[in-house]
C-alpha cells in the first residue's frame, strides 16, 4: 500500500497560476519534502528533473558555452564534468564501479554515453539528445508509479505534437525527432490530413493545435502550461495524500515558479488574456473528466 504523507499535504500552501508570488519555492519544497518522504519517494521527484538534468550532461559534453545551463537541474556543472571524467575513465576499463553519487541515474545515460565515447567523433548533439530522451520515455512508460508514467505520457504527447506541427507549417521533415512508436506517432508520421487523421480520437490534440494556433509565442507557452496545470487537476482529483499527489503539486509549483521568475507582471498579464480565450475552449475528452466513478 502506498504510503500516506497527512501532515507533510495538509501543511502545504495553495498554489495557482495566477499567484503573484509564492509562500514556497520549488528548492524549499524539495528541501522539506527531503525529511518527509521516504528514500523512494523522494528520488521519484527527482526524476522529474531527469529531462533538464540531460540537456545539462550535454552541454558540458559538447562544451557549448553559447548556451546557459538549465536551471531547472538539480546538478552543478561540476558534478557533469566529474561524471563525464568517470565515463572516460571506464571507456578504458569497463571494470569501475559506478560512485554512489551517480547510482541513481538510469542506466542507459551511462551507456549511450559510452558508446559516443568509442565513436572516432561525437555525434552530433541533437542526435544524441534524441537518443538520451528516447531512451528515457521507454524507461518512464515502465515505471511502477502511475503519475511518473502519465506525466511523461503527456509531456510526450505534447513534444510529439508540436513538432509535428511546426515540421509541416515549415515544410521540415520532423519524423526523425519524434518519439515513441505508438500509435500517435505513427499517425504523425504518415497522415497527410490536416489534424493528422487525430483529431478528437486523440485526448490532446484539438487543445494543443488550438494553443499553437495562437500567433503571440508567449501565449502559446503560457497556453501549454494551463493544458499541464489543468491535467494535473484532473488526474490526482482522488489521490489526496500519497505520493502522486505530491509529485503533482511539485510539478504544478514549477510551473509556476517559472513564470514568476521570467516576469512576473508580464506573466500576469499573459495568463489572464490567455485563460479568457481558453477556459471555455478546454473540453477534456469523457476519459478525462473528473472521474465521479470509483476506481
Not at 112 to 126: D, H, M, R
Not at 254 to 269: M, P, Q, S, V, Y
Amino acid at each position: 500500500m502506498a504510503r500516506q504523507y497527512y501532515y507533510f499535504i495538509a501543511g502545504l500552501p495553495t498554489i495557482s497560476m495566477d499567484d503573484s508570488k509564492l509562500a514556497i519555492t520549488p528548492e524549499t519544497f524539495r528541501q522539506d519534502a527531503l525529511g518527509q518522504l521516504s528514500e523512494e519517494d523522494y528520488k521519484l521527484l527527482k526524476l522529474l528533473h531527469l529531462p533538464d538534468e540531460i540537456s545539462n550532461l550535454l552541454l558540458r559534453l559538447y562544451k557549448n558555452s553559447d548556451k546557459q545551463p538549465n536551471p531547472e537541474g538539480l546538478n552543478s556543472p561540476e558534478y557533469w564534468e566529474e561524471y563525464l571524467d568517470f565515463l572516460r575513465h571506464k571507456a578504458d576499463n569497463h571494470s569501475l564501479d559506478t560512485p554512489q553519487e551517480y547510482a541513481y541515474l538510469p542506466t542507459f545515460i551511462a551507456e549511450l554515453i559510452l558508446a559516443a565515447f568509442t565513436e572516432e567523433e561525437l555525434p552530433p548533439s541533437s542526435a544524441l539528445e534524441h537518443q538520451l530522451l528516447s531512451h528515457f520515455f521507454d524507461f518512464v512508460c515502465t515505471h511502477p508509479n502511475k503519475f511518473i508514467v502519465q506525466w511523461f505520457e503527456l509531456q510526450r504527447n505534447i513534444k510529439n505534437i508540436l513538432s509535428a506541427i511546426n515540421g509541416r507549417h515549415h515544410e521540415l521533415d520532423f519524423a526523425p525527432y519524434l518519439i515513441g512508436e505508438d500509435e500517435t506517432v505513427t499517425n504523425l508520421k504518415k497522415s497527410h490530413a490536416a489534424d493528422f487523421s487525430l483529431g478528437k480520437d486523440h485526448p490532446f490534440f484539438d487543445q494543443i493545435m488550438r494553443i499553437w494556433e495562437q500567433n503571440n509565442i508567449l501565449y502559446r507557452e503560457r497556453g501549454y502550461d494551463l493544458l499541464r496545470n489543468k491535467w494535473i487537476d484532473q488526474q490526482n482529483f482522488f489521490e489526496y495524500f500519497n505520493i502522486d499527489r505530491i509529485l503533482g503539486y511539485y510539478s504544478k509549483l514549477r510551473i509556476i515558479h517559472r513564470w514568476l521568475i521570467a516576469d512576473a507582471e508580464l506573466g500576469k498579464e499573459v495568463f489572464h488574456d490567455t485563460l479568457n480565450k481558453l477556459e471555455n475552449s478546454f473540453e477534456f475528452p469523457d476519459d478525462f473528466n473528473i472521474r465521479i466513478k470509483q476506481k
